[in-house]
């Protein structure tokens, strides 16, 4: 599976975004999607994840300000981001696997599949 991660950019704090991850199937329902991100000088770390029945998690530096969902279109899954920080600066990607479960959605280990990352920058 290849994904395509897209929607970064340069927004001031406050503002928001939607990030997006094209897969080249067809439909990506039987896989789990994590979107994880890389702050410069910083270890990748994850950020949520839609699992394949729907369920969705999120890490506490984002929750409540991060919304992912799957679009109409089957083989991509979004990720909005609103009231944006400084901090949020990263790059993003996004990861797909058939093979992620409930216990395992947050390791990195578990996604086999990566796209190659948005650049998000959020200034102050």
């Known amino acids: 599976v290849q994904l395509q991660a897209s929607g970064g950019g340069l927004v001031q704090a406050g503002g928001s975004l939607r990030l997006s991850c094209a897969a080249s199937?067809?439909?990506?329902?039987?896989?789990?999607v994590g979107w994880f991100r890389q702050a410069p000088g910083m270890e990748r770390k994850f950020v949520g994840a839609?699992?394949?029945?729907?369920?969705?998690s999120y890490s506490d530096s984002v929750k409540g300000r991060a919304t992912i969902s799957r679009g109409d279109a089957r083989n991509t899954v979004f990720l909005q981001m609103n009231n944006l920080r400084p901090e949020d600066t990263a790059v993003y990607y996004c990861?797909?696997?058939?093979?992620?479960?409930?216990?395992?959605?947050?390791?990195?280990?578990?996604?086999?599949?990566w796209g190659q990352g948005t650049l998000v920058t959020v200034s102050s």
């Open positions: 990861a797909a696997d058939s093979s992620v479960i409930l216990s395992n959605v947050a390791s990195q280990t578990a996604y086999k599949n």
């Open positions: 199937l067809r439909t990506i329902s039987g896989y789990a």
């Open positions: 839609i699992n394949r029945s729907g369920g969705i």
